[in-house]
């Protein structure tokens, strides 16, 4: 039993952080994983190349000069970087791969393949590693998920995830995707885990007893909403259970403890907030909006989250909010009434 572990703390986690990470701050990261084992380490804006914008929050420091840091310090890892096609763009990623990348991951919503198709091609063309991202795979079934995963292995993809960025799924949800995609591909299979409902790890596990090949972490979950499944966890968990790994799960214990935990503003966990994102079905993105417009009509956020939800809301749709808070508030009214 073998797989593969991408840790996405300085990507992933540049939402927890405000998108503040410091130079220092990401040799050390790099540096801890690299020498704790971890073979990909992705580092970019937690939107992706170029992610940095009025839209997504601006970084501290130029995501390429992060990148440039990280490669500096590592001695066995590959440097990844995310894409979403429509915010990065390709002389960025050239830029990127000239800074130390070898490895690209491209991100769409999971109905929206066919958009990454320049990319990956472009990708090949440089001679990267490609891995695509199907977001929010929670709002598809296993057919739609292998249909569109096809399409981006037909542009090259060398490994295509299911990525459960709201943290909605539970174990059975992640197993069947898992075992759908292995059926259906040829080339690797992938699982980025959210903690939302406070089952990332059992969800990956789940990935990987349907023979998943490449899962994601990051270090204490840093990431969005209640963060990612824990590295040193997946590291420890996947040690008793015999699995390869190439990791030392007391290094990733030691750079947890010592490294990114004092430099982290947060323990990301599924409080309250974090646990509708997940309930609800949307991204962590919505969560800041849905609060404001809930006070200003009044209602609970959980029925505007929900709402969200049901109508399958994605990012770039939170000008959707207030109209669903209006919704929701005529329907508090017309029940008191």
Known sequence: MKVRITDTSLRDGSHAMSHRFTKEQVREVAGALDEAGVPVIEVTHGDGLAGSSIQYGFSQVSEMELIAEAASVCEQAKIAALLLPGVG?????????????????????????????????????????????????????????????????????????????????????????????????????????????????????????????????????????????????????LDKMEVETGLDAFKLMDAAEYTIAPMMPFQPMPDRDSIMIGY?????????????????????????????????????????VIDVAMDVAKEKEGAAS
């Open 89 to 237: 763009t390709v002389p960025q990623l050239k830029e990127a791969v000239e800074r130390g990348v070898g490895v690209v991951r491209i991100a769409t919503h999971c109905t929206e393949a066919d958009i990454s198709q320049e990319h990956f091609e472009i990708a090949k063309e440089m001679d990267l590693e490609t891995v695509g991202f199907l977001m929010m795979a929670h709002m598809r079934g296993p057919e739609v998920l292998v249909e569109q995963a096809k399409l981006m292995e037909s542009y090259g993809a060398d490994c295509v995830y299911i990525v459960d960025s709201a943290g909605a799924m539970l174990p059975k949800d992640a197993r069947e995707r898992i075992e759908a995609m292995k059926e259906g591909l040829d080339c690797q299979v992938g699982f980025h885990a959210h903690d939302n409902l406070g089952v990332g790890i059992g969800n990956s596990l789940a990935a990987f007893e349907a023979g998943v090949d490449q899962l994601d972490g990051s270090l204490r979950g840093l990431g969005a909403g209640a963060g990612n499944a824990k590295t040193e966890l997946l590291a420890a968990v």
């Open 280 to 320: 609800a079905g949307v991204y962590s993105t919505f969560l800041l909006h849905a609060k404001r417009a809930a006070e200003r009509y009044d209602v609970d956020v959980r029925d505007v989250l929900t709402e969200l939800g049901e109508r399958e809301a994605v990012a770039g749709q939170e000008d959707w």
